[in-house]
């Protein structure tokens, strides 16, 4: 037998994989197990970009190398941790390891989803969360959507849906030529792929006309009528306001009543960027937050965010569902898209990807096996958790925090006695914690100063945790 033989029967061999797999889940477990902060290693070992490519270099050559399982545990030491409970920087979410199992068993089958022959089962799942999603969004049975890959493609697919519904001529057809003074109005504290879509689908990022927010973050209700207004002066046509629940920097969640009740007036699309916060629609608690979102035309919610699941998986929801046919509908004739409404099952027709992972399958089997209240339970704790680190911040005196948590998103700064320069301190702090690795948090500026930033996503953090990071912080701005 040739070589290539050999290592086909192996890699295709039952029993070796088998093997392979009991002992890369053995790894994974064990990594998982330390789960007290004290006997996991760094949250991050920051390692010089070069030298850390330069250290995969030569590592695969015309024959085998090494196994997986023997490389596993160098990539979990050089990894970042997000599953340390000091983990609380970006808004990326340690994963369910159910939901990396189901992950694992949809690229074992590799059931590519963009039509319904592609992969039956996935489709099927994908649209009964859509369903569930779409009921939890307040919105009737002409609701529909789709799964995508990531926030930014799902607010650039809305807004290609928003654009062809309200253009007046067939800009997808003819070209953003034929109708060239299209705007949107944007919260000044849009997530930057809202602006990056305006510029992708033509209209210019200067046509995302900011709406200024207040002291809080939120979009200002009387700010919308003078943006309106503006662009119109400038030759605009604002055709849709996009709204946050809630914003990246602050967690933030705007007034969705009073931006349904401005777009309904102006006869404007309303979108709603939801990709951090619309999972607070399954926290009993917390669902007052997105009151007014049932009356909006669009959202795109993150389940790799604040649903425990491994990247990416986002749902672009439509109120009215025949939209969701309109965003890459080469012919937006009604007859097109009651054609392709009859094939809800081919998502090709309503994504911009062809092959797509089987990404609504982790969701479903996560929800089956522990059940929607485990969801909502989780999202009220971190939401909690925000609340209670605000208020230890509050209560320290020697830090303060940017604006109340609304979600799980906290901005802090440490107030060092006798310091002048308050933003430059912060980043140092965050710099020494980097180096230092026992922590990970991020920095924001807002309004020109500096703060650090947290997203509390990780369900093992404590208050604990958090109160050992002002330790942690004191220390460093004494050293
Ligand atoms: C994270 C985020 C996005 C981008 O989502 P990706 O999945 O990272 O592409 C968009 N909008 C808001 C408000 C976000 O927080």
Known sequence: MSSYDELLKKAFDPEAFRREGHRVVDILADFL???????????????????????????????????????????????????????????????????ALGGFAGQFLNNGSAIYEMGPVNVAMERQLVRWMTGLAGWGLAADGVFTSGGSIGNLTALLAARQAMAERNVWTAGVAAEPNLAVLVS?????????????????????????????????????????????????????????????????????????????????????????????????????????????????????????????????????????????????????????????????????????????????????????????????????LAREFAGLLRASGDFETAVEPESNIVCFRHLKRGETDLDALQRRLRRRLLEKGNFYVVQAVLRGRTWLRCTLINPRTTIADLAALLGEIRKIASE
């Open 33 to 99: 197990a330390k789960s007290a902060p004290e006997t996991r290693e760094r949250v991050l070992a920051f390692e010089d970009p070069d030298a850390m490519a330069a250290s995969w270099a030569g590592r695969f050559g015309s024959g085998p190398s090494v196994a997986f399982s023997d490389l596993l545990p160098e990539i979990l030491a050089r990894s970042n941790d997000l599953l340390h409970p000091r983990f609380i920087g970006h808004q990326c979410t340690t994963a369910l390891p159910l939901a």
């Open 188 to 384: 000044e504290q849009c997530h930057y792929s809202v602006k990056r879509a305006a510029a992708v689908i033509g209209l210019g990022e200067d046509a995302a006309v900011p709406v200024p927010v207040d002291e809080r973050f939120h979009m200002r209700p009387d700010g919308l009528e003078a943006a309106f207004a503006g662009a119109v002066r400038a030759g605009l046509r604002p055709i849709a306001l996009v709204a946050n629940a809630c914003s990246t920097a602050t967690g933030s969640y705007d007034d969705l009543e009073a931006a349904a009740a401005f777009a309904g007036a102006r006869g404007l699309w309303l979108h709603v960027d939801g990709a951090h916060g619309a999972a607070a629609l399954l926290s009993p608690k917390y669902r007052s937050l997105l009151r007014g979102l049932d009356r909006a035309d669009s959202v795109i919610w993150d389940a790799h965010k604040n649903m425990l699941m491994p990247a990416l998986i986002t749902a672009v929801l439509f109120r009215e569902g025949g939209h969701s046919y309109e965003a890459f509908s080469q012919k937006a004739s009604y007859l097109f898209e009651k054609e392709a409404r009859e094939e809800w099952y081919n998502f090709a027709h309503r994504t911009m990807e062809c092959t797509k992972t089987m990404m609504g399958m982790r969701l479903f089997v996560s929800l089956a096996a522990y059940g929607t209240d485990f969801f909502a339970g989780y999202v009220t704790a971190v939401y909690d």
